[in-house]
């Protein structure tokens, strides 16, 4: 081959490698999650890998090496552009993402899998119209987590009084206001920051939490038991969104593809969480925490105590043009018709 031949075929190979660079789209997903934590490497990069399968490489999800914003600035953050993806726990912005605490309201409870469908089809039946809550960037998918659980550091409270005289640690905004309800006791802040308090015995129980987080956050050998409510459960709930400068910029096509493995699809994928928290659930069993059961009278007093929290809830979305009542039942419906 001459050496005119030889550039021309340079001049091909690098013209076909710079039109397959700038018809790549990357996306970078930004989450205060740990990687070794079941949300980011079971469910957000096994979805960035399917994302890359079905656009043929087109679309690319790549995952920040730390978060690029702290819990409350992650919808901010993919605002600004600071990263493209990102998933915003809705309990420490209330004021925005005020319809998405349906999960939070103590109530039956279901799967992961099962609240998490229930929500997205609660959103598209009853809170799309609260279009303003995600201005400035476009909504994915919704999902639930695991039930949180109250566990105990010393013994279980059995009544009322006793939980009215506890110290207890909690995450700020709905459980902070629930259990400050009945206790002035309560000490709020990120569930990261617990193993302090719980380590050291400052407080009588944590709350908040799924089994998940108690053994990944080194609070299992302090946790003696699992106080358990009848249909007075709770859940927290993520938001996943994209910047929506960089959603225009992949094709129409492409777009379709990220869609269809978003949405009620993205919120099945939470069933591994499932099965993380149930082995989590195991270790602490087999770590010697019990399960202790309210008595009904205890369950019929906190229900009346929490009832507040539902009538407030109501109020707000109502605020917002959202039927809160029908919302409330049909969330839960779904997750009844689910099996929890």
């Known amino acids: 081959m001459d050496m005119k031949s030889i550039f021309h075929l340079a001049a091909v190979v690098l013209a076909v490698a710079t039109t397959s660079a700038a018809a790549q789209t990357k996306l970078l997903l930004s ?7 079941p949300i980011v490497a079971d469910v957000l990069v096994p979805w960035g890998k399917e994302i890359g399968s079905a656009t043929q490489g087109r679309v690319i999800v790549e995952m920040a090496s730390a978060s690029l914003a ?7 953050m993919v605002q600004k552009g600071i990263a493209d993806i990102a998933l915003q726990f809705a309990g420490v912005v209330p004021n925005r993402l005020q ?6 309201i103590p109530g039956a409870v279901g799967s992961a899998a099962a609240m998490s469908k229930a929500l997205w089809a609660t959103h598209e039946r ?3 119209k609260d279009d303003k809550r995600y201005k400035g960037v476009h909504l994915l998918g919704l999902v639930v987590f695991p039930a949180q659980e109250f566990f105990c550091v010393k013994a279980c409270p059995t009544s009322v009084d006793q939980l009215k005289s506890a110290k207890l640690a909690t995450t700020p905004g709905t459980p902070a206001r629930q259990y400050g309800a009945l206790t002035s ?11 302090e308090v719980v380590s050291k015995g400052i407080v009588d129980a944590y709350a908040a939490v799924t089994p998940i987080e108690a053994i990944s956050f080194n609070l299992a050998p302090s946790t003696t038991g699992i106080l358990k409510m009848k249909d007075l459960g709770t859940a927290g709930s993520f938001a996943l969104v994209i910047n929506p400068k960089k959603w225009a910029e992949i094709s129409e096509t492409d777009r379709k593809a990220i869609a269809d493995l978003s949405g009620a699809s993205f919120s099945a994928r939470m069933a591994t969480l499932d099965t ?3 082995v989590a659930l195991k270790k602490l069993a087999d770590g010697g925490v019990k399960t202790v059961e309210a008595s009904a009278q205890f369950d019929a007093d906190l229900k009346k105590a929490y009832a507040f929290l539902a009538a407030d809830w109501l109020k707000e979305v109502g605020n917002r043009g959202i039927d809160g009542a029908a919302a409330l039942k049909f969330y839960r ?3 009844v018709a689910a099996g929890k």
């Open 31 to 37: 989450t205060f999650f740990p990687p070794t934590h």
């Open 126 to 128: 009853y809170f799309a």
């Open 276 to 278: 993380a928290n149930a």
């Open 185 to 195: 006791g309560v000490v709020a802040g990120p569930a990261v920051r617990y193993f």
């Open 70 to 76: 702290p819990p409350p600035g992650q919808l901010d």
């Open 333 to 335: 419906d779904q997750i």
């Open 99 to 104: 319809p998405e605490l349906v999960s939070e």
